[in-house]
């Protein structure tokens, strides 16, 4: 029994879904999401709400019913609230600074790095060292984000380099000196 997969999906108001076979589309106020879903799941409209059924207790179509789930209730909230991803620089001289509608950082590197804005992708630059991705593709921002991030990833001496905004970077002692 999929605790996740079974748990209804709720649908606020302003919100509409269009089920087509396998493919379903969500408009809501900041856009329009479409996906095609296994055929192993089906979608079931009520209420204010929408069911997903695996068509049986097979392994594959067990995990494909709490994907399904997950990845629909994803795009109903990114319709209706949009999703972000803060990240931070930290290290002398590291920045950010808006390029168009795409990205210019600075990051230690003899020559600035520049990231082509993607559609359905906002940057915001509040602070020199803080960049905010928003968009309503929950996988699209987050994959926007890593791919910032691996630009310079954040190192475990100094802490340099770009964080998410609530990541932990675990610190380690340098080299001790040498006793003579």
């Not at 302003?14 to 089920?19: A, K, L, P």
């Not at 803080?130 to 990833?153: F, M, W, Y």
Request: cysteine-free; glycine content about 12%; hydrophobic content about 40%.
């Amino acid at each position: 029994m999929s605790r996740i997969g079974n748990a209804p999906v709720t649908v606020p108001s302003g919100v509409d879904i269009t089920i087509d076979g396998a493919t379903v589309t969500v408009k809501g106020s900041r856009g329009a999401l479409s996906r095609t879903f296994s055929d192993r799941v089906s979608f079931a409209h009520g209420e204010g709400v929408i069911n997903v059924a695996r068509s049986d207790d097979a392994r594959d179509s067990k995990a494909l019913h709490g994907l399904s789930r997950a990845l629909l209730r994803n795009m109903v909230i990114g319709v209706s609230e949009g999703f972000r991803r803060e990240l931070n620089m930290v290290g002398v001289g590291y920045r950010a600074a808006p390029a168009g509608k795409g990205l210019e950082l600075l990051v230690g590197f003899s020559h600035p790095v520049k990231i082509e804005a993607i559609e359905g992708i906002t940057f915001e630059v509040p602070e020199p060292t803080k960049i905010v991705i928003t968009g309503i593709d929950k996988e699209l921002v987050g994959q926007v984000a890593a791919n910032i991030r691996s630009i310079r990833p954040p190192e475990p001496y100094k802490g340099k380099g770009i964080k998410y905004s609530d990541e932990i970077i675990r610190r380690k002692a340098g080299k001790s000196g040498v006793a003579r």
